[in-house]
């Protein structure tokens, strides 16, 4: 979920988090990490939303809806996977 817009000048922000080390193994902990997620992705998409009145679909816009896509196209998918 790193998209590739400038962290440090983009008017939404990413924070990047390292993978859960969680597992099957600790199912709560596991279930807490993946809401987490999801949670992250959320309040991306709420910034964009907010984010494209005022901006428009500029560079960091269009790489927050590339994550935000990413996420529940590819990776939200494949955590059942595992």
């Keep these: 979920m790193t998209g590739g817009h400038d962290m440090a000048t983009s008017p939404i922000p990413i924070t990047l988090h390292a993978a859960p080390s969680a597992g099957f193994e600790q199912p709560f902990e596991?279930?807490?990490a993946c809401h987490e997620r999801v949670e992250r992705m959320?309040?991306?998409l709420e910034r964009l939303a907010a984010h494209l009145p005022a901006q428009g679909c500029d560079r960091a816009?269009?790489?927050a809806?590339?994550?935000v896509m990413r996420?529940?196209?590819i990776a939200a998918p494949a955590h059942h996977l595992e």
């Design 30 to 32: 596991m279930l807490a």
């Design 42 to 44: 959320l309040q991306l």
């Design 61 to 63: 816009a269009a790489d």
């Design 65 to 67: 809806a590339h994550d």
């Design 71 to 73: 996420y529940f196209d």
